[in-house]
């Protein structure tokens, strides 16, 4: 099996707050229990071969005026352990309407939905909660490597 059929099929299982891995197939899963305002990111997932990186944020309920965005963020190749933005989601307030974001090399850019920068080998998933009447949100966030 090659480094590209290993990237495909590797899945994780993230715990908002935990950074706990589990074993599963499909996907990168982060679910939140309750997260208030602020950003909580995913632990470094891999990208081993310099595939596109699409994920799914569905914000399942929510108490207060929240506008959540999502964000795929690359890890500076040159070792200084700092993250940049490769994309990053308009802002989410509905409950149960999926939306999505892909950050890649050959996906076409396009404003708050993807972006055409290539994925590094370490990147993460990060949900930014902000609003009004103390925000709070429950929700997952997918992520796959194509």
């Known amino acids: 099996m090659s480094f590209d059929d290993i990237n ?11 950074g706990v891995a589990l074993p599963a197939f499909g996907a990168a899963q982060i679910t939140m229990t309750t997260l208030g305002a602020g950003t909580v990111n995913s632990a470094d997932q891999k990208n081993l071969s310099g595939g596109s990186v699409t994920c799914v944020f569905t ?7 929240p506008s959540s965005t999502m964000s795929i963020q690359g890890k500076d190749p040159g070792g200084s352990g700092l993250y940049y933005t490769l994309i990053t989601s308009a802002a989410i307030s509905s409950d ?29 998933a990060a949900i930014t909660v902000a609003g009004s009447a103390t925000p709070i949100i429950t929700g997952t966030v997918g992520c796959v490597v194509n």
Do not use: C, D, E, Y
């Open 96 to 124: 149960n309407a999926p939306t999505a974001v892909a950050a890649g090399k050959g996906v076409q850019a396009v404003t708050n939905v993807s972006s055409s920068l290539p994925v590094p080998t370490a990147w993460r």
């Open 59 to 65: 914000q399942t309920a929510h108490t207060g005026s």
């Open 8 to 18: 495909r099929r590797r899945i994780a299982s993230f715990m908002f707050g935990l």
